[in-house]
């Protein structure tokens, strides 16, 4: 069985820092397979749909942002303890969401929802104006 879980999450003020975690583990992440895996973040808010945060390749030497949250925004990975960070600067009130981790094992696109292959519960970000 595969877990992904985040924490993280919370109440902060505009203008505020908050560092997510994603924690992974199950029978497929034995041995060094997590460091095979793209890992990625992305978020939704209500009444929207869910979207591309960041994501970060197997290594962590590569990097993808969408465009609103770059140079706030840090994705890395720690292979060693299968966990993957989003530091996040500089909070915004529209950075408020559900953000979830997510893990990719092809080759599709990973800006899209449907290439990965699974997904935490969610941790909520809230962001105070």
């Known amino acids: 069985q595969v877990q992904l879980v985040e924490s993280g999450g919370g109440l902060v003020q505009a203008g505020g820092s908050l560092r997510l975690s994603c924690a992974a583990s199950?029978?497929?992440?034995?041995?060094?397979?997590?460091?095979?895996?793209?890992m990625a973040w992305f978020r939704q808010a209500p009444g929207k749909e869910r979207e591309f945060v960041a994501a970060?390749?197997?290594?962590?030497?590569?990097?993808y942002y969408t465009d609103s949250v770059k140079g706030r925004f840090t994705i890395s990975r720690d292979n060693a303890k299968n966990t993957v960070y989003l530091q996040m600067n500089s909070l915004k009130p529209e950075d408020a969401a559900v953000y979830y981790c997510?893990?990719?094992?092809?080759?599709?696109?990973?800006?899209?929802?449907?290439?990965?292959?699974?997904w935490g519960q969610g941790t909520q970000v809230t962001v105070s104006s």
């Open positions: 997510a893990d990719k094992r092809n080759y599709n696109s990973r800006y899209e929802t449907s290439s990965y292959d699974y």
């Open positions: 199950g029978r497929t992440f034995s041995g060094s397979t997590f460091s095979r895996y793209t």
């Open positions: 970060v390749n197997w290594s962590g030497g590569n990097t």
